[in-house]
């Protein structure tokens, strides 16, 4: 009944408190997500309860989410819960001991400044970036924060998968050009 039916009608059903609405967006889009999680983590197990999570919150959610594109927003959920997995695989873990003398000490570090510096860097590359053409700017945005596939961007936009490519490609090198002149700023500086 819902396979021929497109996402958009498939999600004003979900809209309407449909399950068998949602199951057959699940079972249309379910793989993708699952393989998009596990071109990055290679855990069967994570990839399964990033799937479950994502959809969990389609269906919790489904009277507040505005989704234009199921596509995209679940490929950019994916990679979101990718990064937010590795990031807390990264966390150090604890170390427990009776003898504090023998923990290695850390290195005193000002981290207020730090955190300015890091801000500062941060707005200078958002106004170096304003520099570059709007529909540079739009698509080193999509590809960059909004995580998007080159394929995604071209779609979204009405571009071809090139053009994006070249986009991206003139942004780099500008950002090149500035990230150099950072570097040697801070060499120079420190």
């Known amino acids: 009944m819902f396979r021929d039916q497109s996402d958009a009608a498939l999600w004003e059903a979900i809209r309407q408190d449909d399950s068998k609405a949602f199951t057959a967006l699940f079972e249309r889009y379910w793989s993708r997500v699952f393989t998009t999680a596990f071109s990055h ?8 309860d990033i799937v479950h999570s994502i959809f969990l919150n389609i269906w ?51 981290k207020g400044e730090e955190e300015i510096c890091a801000r500062e860097l941060e707005h200078q590359l958002e106004s170096h970036l304003e520099k570059l053409p709007k529909r540079c700017q739009e698509v080193f945005y999509l590809s960059r ?20 490519e070249n986009q991206i490609t003139a942004a780099q ?3 090149r050009i500035f990230l150099k002149n950072a570097a040697f700023l801070l060499v120079f500086l420190t």
């Open 145 to 164: 924060k909004m995580l998007l596939s080159n394929d995604d961007i071209a779609s979204q936009l009405g571009i071809s998968k090139r053009s994006v």
């Open 41 to 48: 983590l290679k855990d069967r197990e994570a990839c399964e």
């Open 60 to 110: 919790t959610k489904r009277h507040q989410l505005q989704i234009d594109s199921f596509q995209q927003y679940l490929t950019a959920a994916a990679r979101y819960h990718v990064y937010k997995r590795l990031k807390t695989a990264k966390v150090i873990p604890l170390q427990y001991t009776d003898q504090v003398e023998t923990l290695p000490q850390p290195a005193q570090a000002n």
């Open 173 to 175: 090198r500008h950002l």
